[in-house]
């Protein structure tokens, strides 16, 4: 590479907190390119600031040749809206301050748009200032995410936040999107000639040659659940629909859930007296693969709202990863992706009953069927959620050829 050139990510997350931008900052660091972060310190998903760091204002610190700057991280939200949304205040506000300073000497700003698009403010600063190309990948659809997880659409806030998200992506450049039902959301508030590009997340490497893990001293029928445990993951139904089977069909059985989040401990109120349900705590990623191996089947959940209908959990590639049948207790684009390519069973998200149904369904399945739905998983690897694959085309629409 004759000259070059500069990326600055803007992400709320980034390494040690993992999540898949810290693979696409290597990439393009191992691409070439001078890489720098802006992002929180370290707290999630506990709202703890993570061992061996300072919750300092601002603080500087590398990964594999990457700089990071960092500024100070609201802690304790995990079980507090009210400081949830100081949290996004919080890095709207002095990750603004922080790009302004730092801004003027790249040649691109990449936003990893992952949830609240307040979070993206110190990207669209350094368009602003500079006139710097400035790029999002959207895993999150503002406003309509916002009221999807408790707030009232009242007519003040609704005016604000269209006022805002307008401005936001009037900003942009060039966009990437995770989930294609996304374009249709989006597309009121960007320039009418932007095109959107559909980059999914990939796939996860996973090292199944690892002995399972040991999830029960008898050999039962394992049901996995991995990831965020809050409200709208929707594990309230699925805990209460593995509570509706016979005892006979529990004692062939246990679910697993591994992760923490808002809704651990009113999920542990409501399987307090079941033994088939066990929770696991938070796993380093570098172990999953050993959950998954022990798992018969996997399963990816979120309540039955309109938003969540456009949006593919980025497990839902994990789990093709581990070729294990997957449950798709849930509507919209991630249940296409299982139906259409003969991955799983799908069931409505909101019908404990159906739900009790599909356990028992699974419980009774012979080992032939399971096989069947796991053939696809390495055509789906090789194209459609190959990370190689997705990273050299975000590079080349977004990086080596942008339209601006």
Request: charged share 25%; net charge positive; with cysteine.
């Amino acid at each position: 590479m004759a000259d070059i050139k500069t990326i600055l990510i803007v992400s709320e997350c980034f390494y040690p907190e993992e999540f898949k931008i810290n693979d696409l900052a290597l990439s393009w660091k191992n691409k070439g390119y001078d890489v720098d972060v802006l992002t929180l310190v370290p707290s999630y998903p506990l709202g703890k600031v993570f061992d061996g760091y300072k919750n300092n204002l601002i603080s500087k610190d590398t990964y594999h040749g990457v700089n990071i700057f960092r500024v100070r991280a609201v802690t304790g939200y995990r079980d507090s809206k009210v400081k949830k949304i100081l949290k996004y205040i919080n890095f709207m506000l002095l990750g603004s301050v922080v790009s302004a300073f730092i801004g003027r000497k790249y040649d691109y700003v990449f936003g990893f748009n992952m949830s609240a698009l307040t979070g993206m403010l110190p990207a669209v600063v350094v368009r602003k200032l500079y006139k710097t190309p400035l790029m999002f990948w959207a895993q999150d659809l503002w406003p309509d995410s916002v009221y999807a997880y408790g707030f009232k659409k009242t007519k003040i806030l609704q005016v604000t936040l269209d006022v805002f998200v307008r401005f936001m992506y009037r900003n942009i450049s060039a966009i990437a999107i995770s989930g294609k039902g996304f374009e249709s959301k989006l597309k009121p508030y960007v320039h009418s000639d932007l095109k959107f590009h559909y980059l999914p997340n990939w796939a996860d490497e996973l090292n199944m040659e690892l002995d399972p893990a040991i999830l029960s001293q008898e050999k039962k029928v394992h049901f996995t659940f991995a990831g965020n445990v809050g409200k709208v993951q929707n594990l309230d139904n699925i805990l209460s629909a593995f509570c509706l089977l016979s005892d006979e069909y529990q004692s062939d059985s246990q679910m697993n859930i591994i992760g923490v989040g808002s809704n651990l401990n009113n999920l542990k109120s409501l399987a307090r007296k079941n033994t088939n349900i066990v929770f696991h705590g938070k796993q380093k990623r570098e172990h999953m693969a050993r959950y998954y191996k022990a798992s018969n089947f996997l399963i990816v959940s979120l309540i039955d709202k309109p938003i969540f209908s456009l949006t593919v959990p980025a497990k839902t590639q994990t789990y093709i990863s581990a070729k294990k049948p997957i449950l798709a207790i849930i509507k919209g684009d991630t249940a296409n992706i299982i139906i259409e390519n003969n991955l799983g069973l799908h069931v409505d998200p909101s019908n404990i009953e159906a739900i009790s149904k599909l356990f028992e369904e699974c419980i009774d399945m012979d080992d032939h069927m399971i096989s069947k739905y796991t053939e696809k998983c390495d055509y789906l690897l090789k194209t459609t959620f190959n990370k190689d694959k997705i990273i050299n085309k975000m590079t080349e629409v977004l990086i080596d050829r942008p339209s601006f």
